[in-house]
T-cell receptor, first 110, second 112 residues
Framework: EDQVTQSPEALRLQEGESSSLNCSYT??????LFWYRQDPGKGPEFLFT???AGEEKEKERLKATLTKKESFLHITAPKPEDSATYLC???????????FGTGTSLTVIP | DAEITQSPRHKITETGRQVTLACHQT?????MFWYRQDLGHGLRLIHY???????NKGEVSDGYSVSRSNTEDLPLTLESAASSQTSVYFC???????????FGSGTRLTVV
């Protein structure tokens, strides 16, 4: 069964304390891996798409990387405004189905 | 500016009632999707559409229906609401799903 698992479920960081979030997947025929940010009471906001192992994308303090089995979202010197839930999703197989993980809730403490 | 709007933001309904959640987008996207989000399950696909008159079932489609009569709207109907359908519902649209979705702000539905 296709599956997307994110870890940790929750992460508390001091401002400036860098860390990484993990998204591991077991799907056949990966067509893309997606990262979204979700603020409380809002819909997810698209961040990155990664298509193949070895690919990296960056946006401000965020960098996403992809291997054959997992993706990492690295957060460098986070600020309180980076506090949010980060969702990972994969698109796999012949259809356009997306499978979402349950997210990592990030809190950055000033 | 183009946007995707959902209404209502909050809805309380009784078991057995028919409920329709609205989704309207002005991006002119052909692809539209409905998801539900529950603690411990992440986002799960209910129905999706790739264009006018096209609708498809997703992972958790039982008890839900959609229709697509124009590009802008994809209303989601719960035929007979059940307590298990209490959830937050998100609509999304995309020109090309591989470029990512644009999500609405969600509808919190409570079935009592």
């Amino acid at each position: 069964e296709d599956q997307v698992t994110q870890s940790p479920e929750a992460l508390r960081l001091q401002e400036g304390e860098s860390s990484s979030l993990n998204c591991s997947y077991t799907v056949s025929g990966l067509r893309g891996l997606f990262w979204y940010r979700q603020d409380p009471g809002k819909g997810p906001e698209f961040l990155f798409t990664l298509y193949s192992a070895g690919e990296e994308k960056e946006k401000e303090r965020l960098k996403a990387t992809l291997t054959k089995k997992e993706s990492f979202l690295h957060i460098t010197a986070p600020k309180p405004e980076d506090s949010a839930t980060y969702l990972c999703a994969v698109q796999a197989g012949a259809g356009n189905q997306f499978y979402f993980g349950t997210g990592t809730s990030l809190t950055v403490i000033p | 500016d183009a946007e995707i709007t959902q209404s209502p933001r909050h809805k309380i309904t009784e078991t057995g009632r028919q409920v329709t959640l609205a989704c309207h987008q002005t991006w002119n996207h052909n692809n539209m999707f409905w998801y539900r989000q529950d603690l411990g399950h992440g986002l799960r696909l209910i129905h999706y559409s790739y264009g006018v008159q096209d609708t498809n079932k997703g992972e958790v489609s039982d008890g839900y229906s959609v229709s697509r009569s124009n590009t802008e709207d994809l209303p989601l109907t719960l035929e007979s609401a059940a307590s298990s359908q209490t959830s937050v519902y998100f609509c999304a649209s995309s020109e090309n799903p591989q470029w990512g979705y644009t999500f609405g702000s969600g509808t919190r539905l409570t079935v009592v």
